[in-house]
């Protein structure tokens, strides 16, 4: 078994005017949300496709279906716990993650450091494996207009020795 894997994931939602928009866990705005079947937190999607994709096991999509309604409006948290269940029983663990969020508004740095601890939480790593960044698009295309959120996430996974 290969010691460690990598692991890229992308998520993006249409955003809508009210209703609460949450990213890494955390409410970060309640004059937005993304039209969605969960609760919509790209980020947590974002990093549940690449811890998923660096064990080879699909993608949210194949394992949370969005016509299955024991999904509609979970916790995207759920999800990531039950992803990094999957990870544990093909032999691996959470590494460390790079994600990257981009949305014009609101300005997401007040909230980094709690994401990134909610993060880290979940998957039962230091927050300091944990990064979080945010960007804008310069008012270009559908992020840019304000129609839509993305988050894009880059996961390490490593055989997981403890049962050994």
């Known amino acids: 078994m290969i010691p460690v894997r990598i692991g ?10 009210g209703g609460v928009l949450k990213l890494g866990g955390i409410v970060v705005s309640r004059d937005v949300s993304p039209v969605a079947h969960s609760d919509g937190d790209v980020l947590l999607h974002a990093i549940a496709d690449a811890l998923l994709g660096a064990a080879a096991l699909g993608d949210i999509g194949m394992h949370f279906p969005d016509d299955d309604e024991r999904y509609r ?84 996974i490593t055989v997981d020795n403890a049962g050994a």
């Not at 890229?8 to 005017?17: E, F, P, T």
């Open 73 to 156: 409006g979970i916790d995207s948290g759920e999800l990531l716990v039950r992803v990094v269940e999957m990870l544990k029983e093909a032999g691996y663990r959470p590494g460390n993650v790079d994600a990257t969020v981009v949305l014009e508004k609101p300005k997401l740095r007040p909230f980094i450091n709690t994401m990134r601890e909610r993060v880290a939480a979940i998957l039962a790593v230091e927050p300091s494996f944990v990064s979080i960044k945010a960007t804008t698009s310069e008012k270009m295309g559908f992020v840019g207009s304000g129609e839509g959120i993305a988050a894009h996430a880059v996961a390490l």
């Open 8 to 17: 890229y994931g992308y998520d993006v939602h249409r955003l809508q005017s």
